[in-house]
Structure formats: structure tokens, C-alpha cells
T-cell receptor, first 110, second 118 residues
Framework: QKEVEQNSGPLSVPEGAIASLNCTYS??????FFWYRQYSGKSPELIMF????GDKEDGRFTAQLNKASQYVSLLIRDSQPSDSATYLC??????????FGKGTRLHILP | DTEVTQTPKHLVMGMTNKKSLKCEQH?????MYWYKQKAKKPPELMFV???????INESVPSRFSPECPNSSLLNLHLHALQPEDSALYLC?????????????????FGEGSRLTVL
């Protein structure tokens, strides 16, 4: 089992709709959870981080964490074409290593 | 704007060359990281320096040699690389050192150095 798993997509969402991205992780001792956005040929950009169970909102983005289910998600409301990118889920595990999932390609349809 | 600066942005080298990648941050961050990313793959952790000491080495071949001269600088020395080492090399920093009491582990990435080995 891979340490951080994501559906590679592509996930196609109409403009203005809600995009839902999911991630599961294997290490129950994981401490912190991150969502990065990466445009083609660019470096990852931090979107959200979360380390407590529940929801965390920042503008159009909401991160959700369920440690019991070892599940992290990212919701993007009012999706815009500029949101089209690869979204990387990352987890800081009990060894203090930050491990990335393979990413989900998101395509917002105009 | 990223506050982690990487140079050079692009590097082409032969298999017998010796070159270095450089990374600098002036945010007072105490942990610095090297990741390697190949096309359509996630970043893979290579090294972590915490408080200027090498804390994590993910069994990286010795042809990659990291160096942390001070808390703001991180180098990656390259020697006798192979064509399969061609990739985007990403430097990142985080505010606290590893196992810090307040470490949420957010990484701030530089723009990367794109390496091509011929």
C-alpha cells in the first residue's frame, strides 16, 4: 500500500461547480496534512494545511480531515479555469518525512 | 512570490561533469529540503537538513552530495550523474526544525532547477 494515495484523474468539473479532491494515507501516526497546487512546469504551491479533525476553510477552499478514516479532502467552490492544475496531497508522517501523493489532475471546463 | 531562491533555473551537464545546485532562503526557516521530481510524478524526498544538520537521507546515491553551509543556504553537489537523473530538483524550507514542538511542516518551495544529464 502506497503511503499517500490519490486518484490521478483527470477530474473534469464545470466552471462554477464544486471540485472535490480526495486523499488517503497509511501511517496512523501522521501529524500534518497539506494540499499543494502545481501548474505544469512549475513548483508546488501550498494551498491549505490541516492538522486537526474537521474542516478548515480559506476563501474558496475547504480542507477536511478524518484521522479515524485516514482521509483528507479538498473542496474548491466556484471553480475557475485558473484552478486547472495538478493537486498534490502531502502528509507529514511519524518519521517527520513529508510524503506526496501522485496528484490529481483537475480540469475546469469553461 | 517565492522567498526560496534556486539557481540555476536550468542546467545541462555531461555524465563526467561536476556541478552544484544552490538554494537560499531568508525567512529564518530552520529546516531545508531537497526533492526530486520527474515528469508527471510527485516530488520524491531526497534530503532534509534540520538546524544545519543532515537529518534525513532517503538512501540517495552518493553522486548527489548535499551541503548546508549555514541556516540560509543549501547546496546539492552533483558528480558522475546518469541520464536518468534528469529531473526538476526542488528546494523547500519549513519554519521549524524537525520534531519542533510547533512544527506543522508546511513546505515553501523554490521554483526548482531543471537538470538535464546528457
Amino acid at each position: 500500500q502506497k503511503e499517500v494515495e490519490q486518484n490521478s484523474g483527470p477530474l473534469s468539473v464545470p466552471e462554477g461547480a464544486i471540485a472535490s479532491l480526495n486523499c488517503t494515507y497509511s501511517d496512523r501516526g501522521s501529524q500534518s496534512f497539506f494540499w499543494y497546487r502545481q501548474y505544469s512546469g512549475k513548483s508546488p504551491e501550498l494551498i491549505m494545511f490541516i492538522y486537526s479533525n474537521g474542516d478548515k476553510e480559506d476563501g474558496r477552499f475547504t480542507a477536511q480531515l478524518n484521522k479515524a478514516s485516514q482521509y483528507v479532502s479538498l473542496l474548491i467552490r466556484d471553480s475557475q479555469p485558473s484552478d486547472s492544475a495538478t493537486y498534490l496531497c502531502a502528509v507529514r508522517n511519524r518519521d517527520d518525512k513529508i510524503i506526496f501523493g501522485k496528484g490529481t489532475r483537475l480540469h475546469i471546463l469553461p | 512570490d517565492t522567498e526560496v531562491t534556486q539557481t540555476p533555473k536550468h542546467l545541462v551537464m555531461g555524465m563526467t561533469n561536476k556541478k552544484s545546485l544552490k538554494c537560499e532562503q531568508h525567512m529564518g526557516h530552520r529546516a531545508m529540503y531537497w526533492y526530486k521530481q520527474k515528469a508527471k510524478k510527485p516530488p520524491e524526498l531526497m534530503f532534509v537538513y534540520s538546524y544545519e544538520k543532515l537529518s534525513i537521507n532517503e538512501s540517495v546515491p552518493s553522486r548527489f552530495s548535499p551541503e548546508c553551509p549555514n541556516s540560509s543556504l543549501l547546496n546539492l553537489h552533483l558528480h558522475a550523474l546518469q541520464p536518468e537523473d534528469s529531473a526538476l530538483y526542488l528546494c523547500a524550507s519549513s519554519q521549524f526544525g524537525l520534531a519542533g514542538a510547533s512544527n506543522t511542516g508546511e513546505l515553501f518551495f523554490g521554483e526548482g532547477s531543471r537538470l538535464t544529464v546528457l
